[in-house]
């Protein structure tokens, strides 16, 4: 991987909200890519924009009535009760906002001109990508479209055959695992939230469909995730021997998000990607769910840094102290008193503790026999 990392990202992201009460009402990409250019790490070389979609190529996995829906959704700014039943546009969870088919088609054109950019190798990052919930023809989890699906199929028509898919997201991706659960040359591992919506992802290690699901009980600390992350992701995605590694970062299994009951600190997931760097000669990083503006913002960025050899300094420099002492998170009580570390560095202090049994036990309920053939 000896190319320059790039960055895919969009001014669409910057006052876009799903409204003012849903979890993605804060902002996430804009404040990654202030934050990285305040640190001097996104000169303009290295950023990419990232285009716009279009339903024809979305239509090679997203089907045609529904992405016509997306599009009068916008157009009109509401649906019928009729095309609220039946493809999930209009609900709490995937409300009609201003943007609702731009900015998730531009999150999708990212994923799709990743593929095109990784054909020869090399590292991409797109933080807007993740959304991992999206079906065919159905708005489902805060995802409208599905770019983690759209990325993979990229690349496969960019020569990639062989593609590792892990997501640490705190839920399940029950929309990728739809379309590339069945696929032998598609290894797929999540480590998601045990009970958490969507509920599914059980406790799975199936050499057959090369997939495997860890749900993690509430408390997940980073030695816990150290352990899986040693003797279960690399190894397996090493065994693979994949042309490209996908890792969907998504930063709500952080102590402080709002939307599970993981404890995380971002350098796990910063350790995760590190781990991950030289597995593969092609290496997509996307963002995914993460509803805290400053723990989303850090993690997201030291991620950045980690894909670029850069290492934060102790203390932000003032520039980007002013980025994230300018955050709000309105509607929430962490957002009332902040701690004084989410405006003055970027990496948390680390979570250790003890290594559950039932951490240990799932982690061999998963790999079965396989780490012994």
Not at 4 to 9: C, H
Not at 85 to 95: A, D, M, Q
Not at 141 to 165: E, I, K, M, T, W
Not at 331 to 339: D, I, V
Request: charged share 20%; with cysteine; net charge negative.
């Amino acid at each position: 991987m000896e190319k320059r990392p790039l960055f895919i990202g969009s001014e669409i992201y910057r006052g876009s909200t799903y409204g003012d009460w849903h979890p993605l009402r804060v902002p996430r990409v804009s404040t990654v890519m202030d934050l990285s250019r305040a640190l001097g790490w996104l000169p303009a070389q290295v950023y990419v924009p990232s285009p716009r979609a279009k339903p024809a190529a979305l239509a090679v996995w997203h089907d045609a009535e529904y992405l016509d829906a997306l599009v009068a959704a916008e157009a009109a700014q509401t649906v019928t009760d009729a095309v609220r039943e039946k493809f999930g546009l209009g609900t709490p969870s995937n409300p009609v906002f201003p943007e609702i088919y731009r900015r998730p088609a531009t999150a999708a054109g990212g994923s799709l001109l990743a593929g095109e950019l990784l054909a020869k190798g090399g590292v991409v990052y797109h933080p807007a990508g993740g959304t991992h919930h999206g079906m065919p023809a159905r708005a489902n989890g805060f995802c409208y479209l599905n770019d983690p699906v759209l990325a993979l199929l990229s690349l496969r028509r960019h020569g990639v055959q062989r593609v590792a898919y892990l997501d640490i997201d705190a839920h399940h991706p029950d929309g990728v695992e739809h379309a590339f659960g069945d696929d032998p040359e598609c290894l797929m591992i999540s480590v998601h939230e045990v009970d958490r919506w969507p509920r599914t992802g059980v406790v799975e290690g199936d050499t057959t469909r090369q997939t495997y699901n860890l749900p993690v009980p509430a408390g997940l600390n980073d030695s816990e995730m150290a352990l899986i992350r040693k003797e279960m992701i690399v190894p397996l995605i090493s065994d693979f021997a994949p042309d490209a590694v996908v890792i969907q970062c998504g930063s709500d299994a952080i102590e402080e998000d709002p939307q599970s009951r993981l404890a995380l600190s971002n350098n796990a997931h910063r350790a995760i990607v590190g781990a991950l760097m030289h597995a593969a000669p092609r290496l997509l990083v996307l963002g995914g769910g993460g509803y805290n503006p400053w723990s989303v913002g850090r993690c997201w960025t030291g991620i950045w840094g980690v894909l670029n050899g850069y290492d934060a300094p102790e203390v932000l420099p003032e520039p980007a102290q002013k980025v994230l002492r300018a955050l709000r998170f309105e509607g929430n009580s962490r957002g009332r008193n902040p701690p004084d570390h989410w405006f003055t560095t970027l990496h948390d202090a680390p979570r250790s503790g003890p290594v559950r049994q039932e951490i240990t036990n799932a982690i061999k309920a998963v790999l079965g026999e396989t780490r012994r053939r």
